[in-house]
């Protein structure tokens, strides 16, 4: 193997014998840089003829990558090695971008360049605003920026070729520009008001905000608390992984898809309310609590399995302990209604009432459920006057960058193939076909 990670990763050979057999391979442990070591089992259905079973991939590693690192156990978050709260705090959304996708913090010549990559691309061909026409108002922003973001393969056909550099190069800079431009168009659509064109001469968050929110009537003000509180949710939101969209991304990339199908895939993917859309759905769920009292009933529904509904923002694949981008999330919460001179929120109250009674109930402490990513994203969003529908659009708006970097590095990786899973089959055995006069 002589992928990207070949540096980092280490082996050594261990035997499997299957019990009760006496047919024995010898496969791989690999050893990354942090984490738990790996079995390489390529080979195992070849010297054992078997496969391996893991539903939901819990056990499953899908591939090598160098960009982010999670340690579920201890609560802890890296992107390319650096703690998610010192760039959190330090760093930029388009600084993380660079980081992201090209594995190193730039020096100032590399961010400028890759700052004026992105800016000149933010605007969209004119033909796409007719595509907004052809939506219902109504439409979910989600269901429309699927649409529009896959769309974008019909007009740059000079960034289709996957194995050349450069384009992949403009791919990048075009998604992580224009992203942001559908996405608040798609918000502008539902209200029936004006697109605003992106500025260049605004950051990242702060054009995002102004796209959002200004109307062409009025001289707009920005506030840069605000702008600082978004980029800080774009940061928290940039990468995770190989979680279920980014995997959707890569599995789409496998096959050689273009790099704005596979995106478009990564949104689709997002959208489930127990991926992206848990944010959206935390709102919803907080306003059915409506108050304090009524949260002891509602933690007993989520107990009862058979009533179908889970404490939203709660709970995570790889976390053990506390998500650490929930902790930066409600302190930001804090700073954003104190900013707006929020003194009292009544949402804010009740998800801190709801994290407590969860966080001492047996059921949840048993299960290591913590609050995750989404529970006080949308609690800051409500109060910065994005509407709930767009909870999720900017999740997408942000992991735009860690799904091109993981889609990048998986294309520059020649270790890559298809991605094709196996099965247990468990259908009827082959039968011969009977004519419908002659079959029951
Ligand atoms: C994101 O993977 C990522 O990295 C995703 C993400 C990213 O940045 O990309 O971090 C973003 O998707 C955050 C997660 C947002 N989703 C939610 O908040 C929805 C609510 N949470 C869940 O549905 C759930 O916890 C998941 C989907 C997040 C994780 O599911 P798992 O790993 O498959 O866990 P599980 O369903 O196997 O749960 C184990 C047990 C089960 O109970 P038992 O069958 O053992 O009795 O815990 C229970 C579950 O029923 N459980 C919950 C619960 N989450 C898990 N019970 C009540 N409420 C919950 N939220």
Redesign the pocket.
């Known amino acids: 193997m002589s992928s990207t990670a070949d540096k980092g990763a280490t082996k050594r050979s261990v035997t499997v014998t299957l019990d009760g057999s006496n047919r024995s391979a010898s496969l791989p442990l690999v050893s990354g840089t942090l984490g738990p070591d790996v079995f390489d089992i390529r080979k195992l259905h070849g010297e054992l003829g078997v496969f391996t079973f893991d539903p ?1 991939y ?1 056990a499953t590693a899908s591939c090598e990558s160098r960009i982010t690192y999670i340690d579920g156990d201890e609560g802890v978050l890296l992107y390319r090695g650096y703690p998610i709260e010192q760039l959190a705090e330090k760093s930029d959304f388009l600084e993380v971008a660079y980081l992201l996708l090209n594995g190193d913090l730039p020096d100032a010549k590399q961010f400028e360049d890759f700052h004026q990559g992105v800016t000149r691309h933010t605007m969209l061909h004119e033909q796409i605003r007719r595509f907004y026409d052809g939506f219902r108002r109504d439409a979910h922003p989600m269901a429309i920026i699927c649409g529009v973001v896959g769309a974008l393969s019909a007009f740059y056909h000079d960034s289709l070729d996957i194995n050349d550099a450069r384009q992949r190069e403009i791919a990048a800079f075009r998604l992580i520009a224009k992203v942001p431009t559908i996405a608040a168009w798609a918000y502008k659509y539902s209200i029936g008001q004006p697109f605003m064109y992106p500025r260049n001469d605004l950051g990242y968050a702060e054009n995002f905000l102004y796209m959002l929110n200004a109307v062409p009537a009025e001289q707009w003000q920005g506030n840069p608390i605000l702008s600082r509180a978004m980029d800080r949710i774009l940061v928290l ?1 940039a990468d ?2 190989q ?4 995997s959707t991304v890569r599995l789409a990339g496998s096959t050689g898809a273009n790099p704005y199908a596979c995106i478009a895939a990564g949104i689709a993917a997002l959208w489930g ?4 859309g ?1 944010n959206e ?1 935390v709102l919803k769920m907080l306003a059915e609590i409506e108050r304090p009292e009524n949260i002891p009933a509602f933690i007993d529904g ?2 009862d ?1 058979s009533s179908h509904h ?9 976390y053990k302990n506390f ?1 650490p981008r929930a902790k930066i999330m409600q302190q930001t919460c804090h700073e954003v209604l104190r900013e707006l001179g929020i003194k009292d929120e009544p949402m804010l109250d009740l998800a801190m009432e709801l994290e407590r009674i969860a966080l001492s109930d047996d059921y949840f402490i048993q ?1 290591k ?1 913590y609050p ?3 529970f006080y994203s949308g609690i800051i969003l409500k109060a910065m006057g994005i509407p709930t529908s767009m909870f999720t659009v900017l999740f997408a708006v942000a ?1 735009t960058v860690g799904w091109v970097s993981q889609w990048k590095e998986m294309i520059e990786d020649p270790a890559q193939r298809i991605g094709r899973p196996r099965q247990i089959y468990t259908g009827a055995p082959q039968r011969d076909y009977v004519p419908i006069g002659r079959r029951g």
């Open positions: 939901g819990g939101h995770h992984e979680n279920a969209s980014t309310p127990a991926h992206g848990a759905a989520v107990k399995k889970k404490l939203m923002g709660f709970g995570h694949r790889v998500d299960r459920l995750n990513v989404d992991r």
